[in-house]
Structure formats: C-alpha cells, structure tokens
C-alpha cells in the first residue's frame, strides 16, 4: 500500500438505498418534530432531502467517542453545491439538492473510509471553486491533514503525515479568505498552525524561533533554511484545545474558541489580538459571525449562547434555552435587518433554538457602581464576562426536539436551514414559502 493509500483504504461499504425507517411525525412519543413556526412561517423537515451513508450496516465503534459529525457545504458556479460530512471512520462528498431535489445516496462523488484514524473536521476552499476543481481539507483524529479533489481524483496530498508537527486531535480546517493555498488547522494541544498546501512539511521535527507574542498567545516560525510547512505556529493560553476557529466574513480577523472557556479575537494579517470573552463556566465549543462582521455568537458547557460586540469590545447579551453543551452557532444573514438579528444553535440536548437580538440591545448598559472584590474566575464580573444579572437575557424565538442524537452542525442557507445529529443524518429544513 502506498504512503497515500496508509490513512484510506479504498475499498469501501458499497452504496445502496436506504428505506426511511425513522418515525418523525408530531404524535412520536420521544416528541421529534418535524415542523417548527417562526413569524415568517413554518419551517419544514424534508424528509426526501435526508443524507446519510449509502449503507447503514456498518461497524461498532470500540473504546472511543466517536468524533463529532460536521458539515462543510461549497457552492460552484454554475453547478449548484456540494456537501461534505463524517460519521466514525467514513467521510461523503455528494451533490447537494436542497429542497429541490431527492437526495440520491447511491451516487457519492466521493466516499472513503479511514484506517487507524477518523476524520474529524472538513473545509471546501470555497474561494477557488471551479466547475472542474474543488479542493477539500479533512482532518484526522491522529493529527495528520489530508487535501482531496472530488472531482480530479489524482489530487491527494498529506500534510503531518509523520505526525512531527503535531500528534494530537485536529479539531477544525479553515482556508484563509481569498487564498488558493494558506490554511489553518487547529488542535487539542492548544495550538494552531498556517500551512501552505504548495509547500512540504520536512522529515524532521520543526524547530521554532519566537515571531510575536501578546497577551496569552505567542507565534512562532519555522528555523529552516529552505520554507517549509507550518509557515507560523500560533499557541494559545496555557496549552487548552483549541475546538473551533471562524474567520469574519470581512476576511480580515480570526475568532477563536478553546478548552479553557475563552473566544480570543484577532486581526489576522497583523497578529494583534483585538479582544476577548469567556464562558460562564466551561470551554467553548462553537463560533460564528454575523454577516456585517460586528457581531460573534458562541456557545459552550455553560449550556449558554452568548453574543459578543466587536464595536463595545464586550459581551452585550446571553441566551438560556439549551439543556446541555451547545454544540454549534450560526448567524442567520439572510434574515438580518438594519434592527434586527438572528442566529440559531443547536445542542447535545437534541434541540435547535432560533435567536432574536434587536438593535437595542447593542446600546452600552448603564455602570454600576460595586466595590472591588477579588473572583476567582478572574474575569467574571467585568465587560468579557458579565455576571448573569449584569447582562440582557435573550428569549428564545423557537426551541424545539428535533433529532433522537445530540446535533453538532447548523448552516443556513437561502431557502433552507442545514442540520445535523450524531447518529450520521443531515437534514435540510424547507424554509417558509
């Protein structure tokens, strides 16, 4: 078997229909629905537009938690989109329909499953996009970085492939805006490196020298004579993973979510560390940007959905509707107004919530006047982590059941929203007419 061929073994399930075999109407017991109202209207499930593995017949997992299942969507230009998700040891490229169309699961564009390792995050460079290329990023439990091509399948690249640069999980793959080449990849050992896809990695362990440092991070390059990958290495905090990274849709500063409960906002291209905000309590698990840039919603172990304002440099509000760890975060751009905003986050407690922030919200609250007291959580109490009585309380617009699994992924899109649960389904939304 060749190098390329050690991390994936061709010979794979072999596609086939699946029947639907899950009760999703009102009247389930386990309360699953299948429609929830907003003010615009219903939101339906599409139960045709369903995606998951060709073959349900699969395997047992033995000794681990399955990695999180993920969704990556790449629009073409004239050829509609393409989605990408996970489940255990597998990963499936296919043509994504919407509401449009059935989904047809015996025709994969692409479908591999991995030996030794799993895949545990995915990126589609959206910015070079072609109706003939589209290169795609997937991560591994082991720590080693795979770029495939769907559509031309001799483009198959390793990246840590020796694991000399890091051994640990990558938990998430970002391509820097308006690059054919840099991306980020991020891990559990509290650190984050830019690699250009052009470039090798080496046969030895990097050796670093210092190239810039603030508060709580420092950055470092490669000590080679010839450039080689990682161009930087960015360490954060005392070393907690690091579990999500977002780039503004402005392209120029990086929001990044760890461990160790903080989001850490950066301008990109200067390194400069612009602001900061914790949990309650807890890591932080998922983040995401409004469209016009000035706004970041995360959410985390506290069970809590919080907003943070780029403008105020502080944290204007916080939302309580999830039971349990909130598992990704999105805006909803195509239903933000000048006064309004919304943003959605589904959870381990099976639940979606749809959020509404109005313009108000984002005035500077009146200061109280307190006297100094020492925190042990440091940072509660001040403009990074108000306390719960110090901070607007957001109510929820829907809160609704509606998976059997924990859900790990929300993406919003024109006329549909994108979610998906644990046990390996993608379900598309119908959004109201």
Known sequence: MSRQDSLCSQSLLEAGDRSLDRSMSSSDPGEIKTQFATREGAYRLMTLSEYSRPNRVGYQ???????QVRVSLAVLPDQGERICFNHGRELYVYVYKGIKKAA???????????KGTNPTCHDFNSFSATNESLSLLIGFSTGQIQLIDPFKKEVNKLFNEERL???SRVTCLRWVPGSKSLFLSAHTSGQLYVY?????????VPHYQPFKAGEGFSISTCKTKSTRNPLFRWFLGTGAAINELAFSPDGGKLAVVSQDGLLRIFQYDSMDLLGTARSYFGGLLCVGWSSDSRLIVVGGEDDLVTVFSMEEKRVIARGHGHRSWVAAVAFDWYLETEVCYRFGSVGHDTQICLWELPEETLTPPKQRVTKKRVDPLQLVGTPACPRIDECP???????KKVAHERL???IFRPDCVITACQDGYVYTWARPH
């Open 61 to 67: 997992q033995q000794g681990q938690t399955p990695p």
């Open 104 to 114: 047809d699961l015996s025709k994969p564009l692409e479908k591999k499953i991995y």
């Open 165 to 167: 640069i890091d051994k």
């Open 196 to 204: 250009n896809e052009e470039l090798p990695c080496g046969s030895t």
């Open 393 to 399: 309380t957001l109510d929820t617009l829907v809160c």
């Open 408 to 410: 790990t992924s929300l």
